[in-house]
């Protein structure tokens, strides 16, 4: 079974709504965590044989929150055991990335779903930080506090 179909049926198994993006190795999907909602992109990579699944921060961040934002993201990756925040300096866009590259690994759905529920989950934990640091009203450190209690 292709990676793909593999992360397909995982997907189906249980009950994400999903659909391919055009033109591109992609699946996208919607979530609703405790803190937020935000989209969710499968990047399967059938070559390299590696799965790439992103959640995206709705809003951008604004151009002059970002150096702050770096900051709060910095602190938040420090410590993370699977998975990094990253944000584009150009436009302000924000997400955390979960990913394995398995080489001659053959994958199955658990993994897929550990990949996937970590991602979702990190996100959602850190996204009320997110927030407050990109409106104004937290610094990067009141921010990690309120995130990592």
Known sequence: MGLRTLVETMLQ???????PVEGQPTLAMGFR?????????????????????YSVVAQQV?????QRMADFLTRA?????????????TDG???????VELGQTVADIPLVRRLLHVNVASLDRYLPGIEAVADGRLDPREAIALCEV
């Open 62 to 66: 604004p151009e002059h929150a970002r």
């Open 33 to 53: 965590g405790q803190n937020g909602s935000w989209m969710c992109y499968a990047h399967i990579d059938e070559e390299r044989n590696a799965l790439i699944i």
């Open 13 to 19: 198994e249980d009950g994400w709504q999903y659909a």
């Open 77 to 89: 990756n420090f410590g993370l055991v699977t998975g990094n925040f990253e944000m584009d300096l």
């Open 93 to 99: 866009e924000t997400r955390f990335k979960t990913s």
